[in-house]
């Protein structure tokens, strides 16, 4: 009886979640009707599944649940959430014929949710826009996060509405824009949209047909990476390409402060630690790279800074796409290109990864240690923005990094074992941990993921979900302790 109390909420709340998802299925369906691309049955029946079973979770559990959340349950109902999602939002791909077998269809939804943007497609252009179209609302639905778009326009789940903002977009060091957490969600969603519309219409304006635009721009401010061309952004024009680099950093950067921006706020932006360290990697990084290419590779200069600069900020902010083969790059930017994936985005981004903030306050501390050693006598704070952190905080993210790299290497172990290579073992599991699609070796940019085995598969997106929902969140479910009154 206690176990089933504790998955009351979690299953009342999925069921408003995947209510969302059909509303958001229902865009394609209709697409797939005014276009008559002869998956309008699929889409009907995917939509029919989600309508049903979301209105039994909905009606089944909303006269039970609690009055009260407690973390536990805001943990529970995250995780299920996101796996009933991504297990529907498999069903268009695999009703529709588009993906053959259940497994590969989960991994491309998942892929999507998570903003991951791997794909074990072969050949998208082949693929029917309304799928084409389904691909790029998973990436625009998880970006900012599904749940966050639910408690924004959901004032019913205003009750543990601050543990369920934290468990799914867990931030180190909040900084919040409106008292109240539903607020703070209206807030970024409408940022969120904003600069989705923003970009469709320049990339409109620049020559992008309108279809590419809304679907390439839902995976860029989502940090995404799912293109509708094989070649990714390479095709298009360079005016393209700069404008997808700008929008790409824009939604590397912590949502709060767009928000303060718009509010004029500038100096709390110019002040800001985390933005002015995100700056400086994909300035230096850029530069670096731009130099290797422009030496070694005998390219024109405006080339190499374009192939350098949307690369790094591709991998940086965790979007994934693609205008070059970095596998083919100098081993010194190759390198770069792989420390860059083990770094991520702003916290509060849609960007994945162990976030730069996280890494900051690691050298802060590291820092600290130091002068203890050197000046014993003295009292050593680590300090960011101006505000002095408290050992537990610094000791909870220097634990976070090594759990990262725990699962980073036990996951690479894995595949490793399973007869991949050492390089695709490594680079799978670091990009889709940190959500950002194309790996190295077999799985670079010019390759997928579909000769992957269906385990190794299955260990992909594990390592996809409990990287978008930051380790904690994902794996404490399964530990007893979780489980104990």
Known sequence: MYYLSKIIFPLYVAGIVMFFESCFL??????????????????????????????????????????????????????????????????????????????DAFFESVSGFTTTGASILTDVESIPKSILLWRSETHWMGGMGIIVLVLAIMPILKIGGTQLFTAE??????????????????????????????????????????FDSICHSFATIATGGFSTKNSSIGIYTPIIQYTIIVFMFLSGINFSLHYHFLKGRFKSILTNEELRLYFFIAFFASISITLILFFNKNLPFEEAFRKSTFQVISILTCTGFAIDDYNLWPTPAYILIFTLMLSGACAGSTGGGIKIIRHLILFKYIKKIFLDIIHPRGIHRVRYNNQTLTNELVHKIVSFILFYLLVFFIASFILCATGLDLQTSIGSVATTMAGI???????????????????????????MLAGRLELYSFFIIFTPHFWKK
């Open 437 to 463: 699609g194309p790996g190295i070796n077999l799985t670079g940019p010019m390759y997928n993921y579909h000769f992957l085995s269906h385990f190794n598969k299955i260990i992909l997106c594990i390592t």
């Open 169 to 210: 977009a867990s931030v180190v060091v909040q900084e919040k824009i409106k008292p109240k957490i539903i607020d703070v969600a209206k807030r970024l969603w409408g940022i969120y949209v904003l600069l989705t519309i923003i970009e469709i219409i320049l990339l409109t304006i620049e020559g992008m047909p309108l």
């Open 26 to 103: 229902l865009i394609s369906l209709l697409f797939s009707f005014f276009t008559n691309d002869g998956l309008i049955f699929s889409f009907f029946i995917s939509y029919l599944i989600l309508l049903i079973i979301s209105s039994i979770l909905f009606f089944t559990f909303k006269k039970h649940r609690n009055t009260t959340i407690q973390p536990k349950e805001a943990f529970l109902t995250v995780s299920i959430s996101w796996l009933l999602i991504c297990i529907s939002g498999a069903l268009p791909y695999y009703l529709s014929g588009t993906i053959n077998n259940f497994i």
